[in-house]
Every structure is written in C-alpha cells, then in structure tokens.
Nanobody, 115 residues
Framework: QVQLVESGGGLVQPGGSLRLSCAAS????????MGWYRQAPGKQRELVAT???????NYADSVKGRFTISRANVKNTVYLQMKNLNPEDTAVYYC?????????WGKGTLVTVSS
C-alpha cells in the first residue's frame, strides 16, 4: 500500500509562485512513475505533469514553461514548482503514483490564484 501526502498549496496572487510537495511512504519510491493532476470546480481531473522512474518528464500544454516537476528519490518526494500562476490554475492538485497497473492518489492540496 502506498500513501501519498501533498502539501504546499495556498492562496497566491496572479503572477506568483508556489511549490507543491508529495511525500510517499509504504513503497519503493524509485520504481514508481509520479504525477500531478488537478481538478478545478465543475471540471474533470486533468493531467498537469508526470515524471517516470528515469526522470523523463511530460507536461500539459497549458503549463509548459511555467511548471516544473522533479523528484528527490532519497526523500521519497516529488515536487511541482509552479511559476507565473494565473486564475485558471486554481484547482485541487493531486499527487499520483503508478507502477505495474497499480495506481494511487493523495487527498489533494488546494491552490487558489486570486488577487
């Protein structure tokens, strides 16, 4: 069983930055592909960024050039650095871990971009 705990969300002004963290436990972290997804009010959950066990990354077009996903295997943690945030980035951000058909989710952290 994998436990994922997100942190780092909050209220930020347009143009601001935040860094989200996701701490994983209960597994061999290095073998998992990790990802960040988000769900805005009234919308479906969507992919934000992923990073595989070899640290290859993938981003949604809407966040390319603004968001950076990274992982620190020694800390069992994946990060999402978000810059130049805009109100359309407001959502609950979820951490995801995938391996060999297994799929785990954290409970999410709320990011609100507003002046």
């Amino acid at each position: 069983q994998v436990q994922l705990v997100e942190s780092g969300g909050g209220l930020v002004q347009p143009g601001g930055s935040l860094r989200l963290s996701c701490a994983a436990s209960g597994t061999i972290f290095t073998i998992y592909a990790m990802g960040w997804y988000r769900q805005a009010p009234g919308k479906q959950r969507e992919l934000v960024a992923t990073i595989n066990s070899g640290s290859t990354t993938n981003y949604a077009d809407s966040v390319k050039g603004r968001f950076t996903i990274s992982r620190a295997n020694v800390k069992n943690t994946v990060y999402l650095q978000m810059k130049n945030l805009n109100p359309e980035d407001t959502a609950v951000y979820y951490c995801n871990a995938r391996y060999d058909g297994m799929n785990y989710w954290g409970k999410g952290t709320l990011v609100t971009v507003s002046s």
